[in-house]
């Protein structure tokens, strides 16, 4: 295997529960020399100094100064997903290493995710299975209800790529669809979804039925969602987020749902993820919690580190970076 060919890439996860899967690996080594944390934490110098990129697999990984000061030769940094809420950018360009990320692959599993959690919330689907493999299920009962999707207002907050498939989605549902964005789409875009903006996020929360959260974590979005904003929202309201836990007041969520102030929410992000067991969120009867599968399927992970090995050839060989994040 040529070096030149095959750059020496550190891989923050390689098996375990959030880790690299080994049909994966063998795509990869295709390409790459792959060097796990292990070999990188046991082998010093010799092997830092090679090494030219990072493919970052998991969102725990912290690339911090001590990191960047070890690996002198490193000019690129892949990110698996679309969030890199968890990459420390200035820092990272400060070093001269490029960044990217792959927000072409997550976009459409993610939105299919938000729509099939609003159906599931608002049909009761996981309840309803519940209740129909239960050994204590006698008859279905007639007075178990759900709501409707058909028709309904569904405010998106955040009308990026993964929010404007969504609006997409919503509209062959007939949805009347509002949304919040820091910059409005242009009429066009609007007009082909049917998407009407609000410039003030408290008109969207008011008038929703579904609220749907797909922002990028940032200091500005960080509980974006608290006490205020859910005392905003309809108390037959769904809140859905998949985008990240900490975009939500936990604690506020919390009280909003074992008081009524909502009817229920459907996460696919929280923080942290997995919640510790005994969290209350855990304990509620009107939420639905999956563990953070935006982009889980099997063809768009492989897509994912097809363009993550795209973005590391490139890096090393001084060539533009697909999908390069800039701060
Ligand atoms: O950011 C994303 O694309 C997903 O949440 C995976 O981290």
């Not at 519940?130 to 709501?147: C, I, N, R, Y």
């Not at 009407?196 to 940032?218: H, P």
Request: glycine share 8%; proline share 4%; hydrophobic share 45%.
């Amino acid at each position: 295997m040529e070096e030149q060919d095959h750059p020496y890439t550190l891989v923050t996860a390689i098996g375990g529960a959030d880790g690299v899967y080994e049909d994966h690996v063998e795509f990869l080594q295709k390409n790459l020399k792959l060097i796990t944390m292990k070999e990188f934490l046991e082998n010093k110098r010799d092997l830092h100094l090679k090494i030219k990129a990072i493919f970052v697999w998991s969102l725990k990984p912290v690339i911090n100064r001590e990191l960047l000061q070890s690996l002198p030769n490193l000019k690129v940094i892949a990110n698996s997903g679309v969030g890199i809420d968890h990459l420390d950018l200035r820092l990272i360009s400060s070093f001269g290493v490029k960044v990217a990320n792959t927000p072409f692959a997550v976009s459409n599993p993610t939105a299919d995710l938000g729509i099939g959690l609003m159906l599931a919330s608002a049909r009761r689907i996981i309840e309803g299975h519940q209740m129909a493999v239960s050994p204590d299920t006698k008859h279905f009962s007639a007075a178990w209800l759900g709501e409707d999707v058909t028709g309904a207002t569904l405010g998106i907050i955040g009308m990026g790529t993964i929010g404007y498939k969504i609006a997409q989605r919503a509209k062959a549902f007939e949805m009347n669809i509002l949304y919040h964005n820091r910059n409005r789409r242009n009429g066009a875009e609007e007009q082909a979804v049917g998407a009407v903006y609000c410039e003030k996020m408290e008109d969207l929360l008011r008038q929703s039925d579904f609220v749907m959260l797909a922002v990028n974590l940032t200091p500005q979005t960080c509980k974006l969602i608290g006490k205020k904003e859910l005392e905003l929202m309809k108390p037959t309201a769904i809140l859905i987020n998949i985008c990240r836990g900490q975009v939500i007041d936990q604690d506020a969520l919390v009280n909003a749902l074992q008081n009524g102030i909502i009817k229920s929410a459907a996460l696919d992000v929280t923080y942290p993820e997995p919640l510790p067991r005994d969290h209350a969120l855990l304990q509620l009867e009107n939420v639905i919690i999956t563990p953070h599968i935006g982009s889980a399927t099997s063809k768009i992970r492989r897509l994912m580190m097809k363009n993550m090995v795209e973005s590391i050839l490139a890096g090393v060989r001084g060539l533009p970076v697909p999908n390069e994040v800039h701060g």
